[in-house]
C-alpha cells in the first residue's frame, strides 16, 4: 500500500473537474529520484516538455515555500511549493497566468522506499474553466498521459544516474 497525495480540501479529488494518478517502481534509491524532482529548472534534462521553469524566489532548488514559473503545453503558470520532507513528499499549487476565472490546480509527488528502489506516486487535479476546455474538452486523457511521459522518464533518468553511479564504482 502505498500514501497518496495530502489534498488541501479546495483540490480534493472528490470535488476536482479534472484528475489524474500516475505511478511508477524506479530501481533507484529515494534520493535519486528526489534530486532530479527538485531541480526543476533542469526537468528538461530528462523530460524536454518542461523547459522552461523559472525559479523566482531565489533558491537552486525547489524548497517549502519557493515560487516559481514554468510555460506548460505553451502556457505560463504561477508555482508555489506548498509541501516539502525530503525524500519523500513534493507538492504544488499552481495558478493559470492570465485567467480571468481563477484556474488553479494541485500537484503531488510521493516517494516510498521499496525493495529495489522506490515507488514515484503523483497526483494532481485541475478546477477551473481554463483547464475544463484545455484537458476537458479540448485534449481529454491529457494530463494523465503528459503525467505517464513524465514518471516515465524521470524513471529512466534516475536508473540511468544509478548504472552510471555503479559503472563508476566497478571501474
Given at each position: 500500500m502505498y500514501n497518496?497525495?495530502?489534498?488541501?480540501?479546495?483540490?480534493?479529488?472528490k470535488t476536482s473537474a479534472i484528475y489524474a494518478l500516475n505511478d511508477i517502481d524506479v530501481k533507484?534509491?529515494?534520493e535519486v529520484v528526489w534530486k532530479l524532482l527538485v531541480d526543476a529548472e533542469n526537468w528538461s534534462r530528462y523530460f524536454p516538455a518542461e523547459d522552461q521553469v523559472k525559479i523566482l524566489s531565489g533558491e537552486a532548488?525547489?524548497?517549502?515555500g519557493t515560487r516559481y514559473s514554468r510555460v506548460t503545453v505553451g502556457y505560463p503558470m504561477s508555482l508555489l511549493v506548498t509541501e516539502f520532507v525530503e525524500n519523500r513528499r513534493l507538492a504544488w499549487a499552481t495558478t493559470v497566468d492570465g485567467d480571468p476565472t481563477g484556474s488553479s490546480a494541485y500537484h503531488g509527488w510521493v516517494?516510498?522506499?521499496?525493495?529495489?528502489?522506490?515507488?514515484?506516486?503523483?497526483?494532481?487535479?485541475?478546477?477551473?474553466?481554463?483547464?475544463?476546455?484545455m484537458l476537458g474538452r479540448r485534449h481529454p486523457g491529457g494530463l494523465y498521459r503528459y503525467h505517464q511521459t513524465w514518471v516515465e522518464r524521470l524513471a529512466d533518468a534516475a536508473e540511468a544516474q544509478m548504472a552510471k553511479h555503479l559503472s563508476n564504482k566497478a571501474g
Open positions: 497518496h497525495v495530502i489534498w488541501p480540501d479546495r483540490f480534493d479529488p533507484a534509491p529515494p532548488e525547489l524548497a517549502m516517494i516510498t522506499p521499496t525493495q529495489d528502489g522506490c515507488h514515484v506516486l503523483t497526483e494532481e487535479t485541475q478546477q477551473g474553466e481554463w483547464f475544463l476546455e
